[in-house]
């Protein structure tokens, strides 16, 4: 399948919520490149997430993570999965809402935390209470999210092909001028 236009196609939503398991889905079924924000700005930095947050602390991560993704945001004809915090700055919002069709894939805590809870490549879930975290940053992230969103997108426990079949017809009729 493909579409009418070679706009990016944008996931964005909470660690956990699918982007880069759905976000290749989609890629492979549209015939399009995949990019994953985190993997582009590993290879930007020669080191893990993890390590970016331990010796920049976030404040440097995300100084980071906004420079890769205007980079990645000017591509056409890509699918590109986001870091769950790249819409906290209004300098990213912009860039996103501006770039391309922003899809949040949406779910709810108890989803997330049953995806993320075994993940150590999470710096921001490295607390004591995971699932409280996960809980305060959705409240903090949900109103960025549907503010930059074209299309919301429920992934709760749906398959991943699943979610990507209901996705391709929403991007088929969501128009978008830039």
Known sequence: MSLPHDLPIILVGMMGAGKTTIGRGLARALGREFLDLDHELEARCGVRIPTIFEIEGET?????????????????????????????????RQALKTSGIIVYLRANVDELYRRTCRD???????????????????????????????????????????????????????????
């Open 60 to 92: 440097g991560f995300r100084k980071r993570e906004s420079a890769a993704l205007a980079a990645c945001v000017a591509r056409r004809g890509i699918v590109l999965a986001t870091g769950g915090g790249a819409v906290l700055a209004e300098a990213n």
């Open 120 to 178: 150590r490549n999470r710096p921001l879930l490295a607390t004591p209470n995971p699932r409280a975290t996960l809980a305060s940053l959705l409240t903090q992230r949900e109103p960025l999210y549907q503010e930059v969103a074209d299309l919301i997108v429920e992934t709760g426990a749906m398959p991943v092909p699943t979610v990507v079949k209901t996705i391709l017809p929403l991007l088929q009729d969501c128009e978008k001028r830039l």
